[in-house]
């Protein structure tokens, strides 16, 4: 065990066995996050209740893991006869077109994060649920635009379940931070350093590790609950108690809590889908680690307009990820 190691665990116990005399060992200029008792009802527990136990046992030592390491599982499904929700799309465009502007804006920001912070190491894996062949080559054209290094390769087993359950097995022995994604998340060119940035400060300040969503969602403004607001290097972030099956924490936390991801297996199963549903499976992470969501969205779910946090303008940035890639090159008919 590493010296950064026994001192963290040796000030975490220091720290719990004196917070029942009332004293606390937390870092000189950490944060404090107050106790509403009127807001801490059971059904708010989530939300604040993670946060608030973390700082109880808060210490200046980072938590156990390597953050400054990225693994990214893309997971990605580009074929004609996906079986997807034929509304029309909030771009007028097809799931291809889609799907390529949304991926070439995650290359885009990986390398910003690069470049930002030269000592970031970000390693792209591509977990294709059966794309077109034409769609697979134009993937991993894109992919090479990277700066980071990355790999592609075939899901196990068919469909949206199979493919959750492989990226979160795979991730749950990595010692790096991991972000999972979908196809169809448009990236701003910052997003994934800001991400990382959160994600060490607060890190740095509570010894814990956490979990990010990357953008707000508007049922947030519809179903309000309290949460703390918390300010990040250029914009403020707000605890969150669910999530999509999109995030970024740290393969330490998929590990421990793999029970809360097991059922995502069944995710898409008509008989069983609510076992694989977001509160029955990784939602349960934040009874346990906080989870926080930019006010400014780092990533955005661009499906439809009542996914999109309040407030944002996505034309600019789709047009800005556009190339010579037309969405009939896509939907060829290669198999």
């Known amino acids: 065990m590493d010296p950064n190691s026994r001192m963290n665990d040796l000030l975490k116990f220091l720290s719990k066995t004196l917070h029942p005399l009332g004293y606390q060992i937390r870092p000189r200029n950490g944060l404090t996050f107050l106790k509403v008792p ?29 953050l400054n390491s990225i693994h990214i599982v893309l997971r990605t499904c580009l074929r004609q006869h996906r079986n997807i929700n034929p509304r029309p799309r909030l771009t007028g465009k097809d799931p291809f077109e889609n799907g390529y ?53 075939t899901t196990e087993q068919a469909g949206q379940g199979a493919s959750l359950y492989q990226a979160f097995a795979e991730c749950r022995a990595k010692d790096t931070l991991i972000y999972c994604v979908e196809d169809d998340y448009l990236h701003e060119m910052d997003g994934i350093y800001r991400l990382w940035e959160f994600y060490t400060s607060m890190a740095a300040q509570t010894g814990g590790h956490i979990v990010l969503y990357p953008q707000e969602h508007t049922q947030l403004y519809s179903k309000h609950y309290p949460s703390y607001i918390v300010q990040g290097a250029d914009r403020h972030w707000r605890s969150i108690r669910h999530a999509t099956h999109t995030f970024m924490t740290h393969g330490n936390v998929l590990n421990r809590y793999w029970c809360f991801f097991e059922n995502v297996k069944y995710v898409g199963n008509k008989k069983k889908r609510r076992a694989g549903s977001e509160t029955k499976t990784t939602d349960r992470l934040f009874t346990k680690i906080p989870g926080f969501s930019p006010l400014k969205p780092c990533a955005v779910h661009l499906q439809y307009e009542e996914l999109l946090p309040p407030f944002y303008h996505w034309e600019k940035l789709w047009d800005e990820n556009a190339a010579d890639a037309p969405s009939r090159i896509f939907s060829a008919k290669t198999v």
């Open 38 to 66: 009127a807001l801490e009802t059971r059904e708010n527990a989530d939300n604040v209740g993670a946060i608030r136990t973390l700082m109880q046992t808060a210490v200046p030592v980072l938590p156990e893991g390597d």
């Open 101 to 153: 502007r949304c991926v070439r804006s995650l290359i885009r920001s990986i390398n910003h994060a690069l470049s930002t912070a030269p000592h970031l190491k970000i390693h792209l894996t591509i977990l294709d649920d059966r794309s077109e062949a034409a769609a697979v080559e134009i993937l991993k054209s894109i992919a090479a635009e990277g700066r980071g290094g990355f790999d592609l390769h």
